[in-house]
């Protein structure tokens, strides 16, 4: 394995781990500042009030996508396995 090949594979890991955590990362952003301009706007400032819709947002993220992730992170492992006869050389 040359350094190219290895930069390579590096770079489509970051990829791949960008593109798998995007949507929940987005989506917790989305709802907490939804969650904060709601709390400045009427001065609630509970604790728990932040928490919980980001939890129940995020697992229903994982639950809408969580197939798509899961097929996507196979994908990218059975090129990786693919990749390995190629390597060895």
């Known amino acids: 394995m040359n350094t190219a090949q290895a930069a390579a594979l590096m770079s489509g890991a970051v990829l791949e ?4 955590a995007a949507p929940v990362l987005l989506t917790a952003l989305v709802v907490g500042l939804i969650v904060s301009i709601l709390q400045a706007t009427t001065s609630i400032q509970e604790q728990t009030l932040t928490f919980v819709p980001k939890i129940a947002s995020i697992m ?9 992730m899961f097929t996507h992170l196979a994908e990218y492992t059975k090129r ?10």
Do not use: C
């Open 80 to 89: 990786l396995f693919d990749l390995i006869p190629t390597l060895a050389g």
């Open 60 to 68: 229903l993220v994982l639950a809408l996508l969580g197939g798509w």
């Open 17 to 20: 781990i960008v593109t798998l």
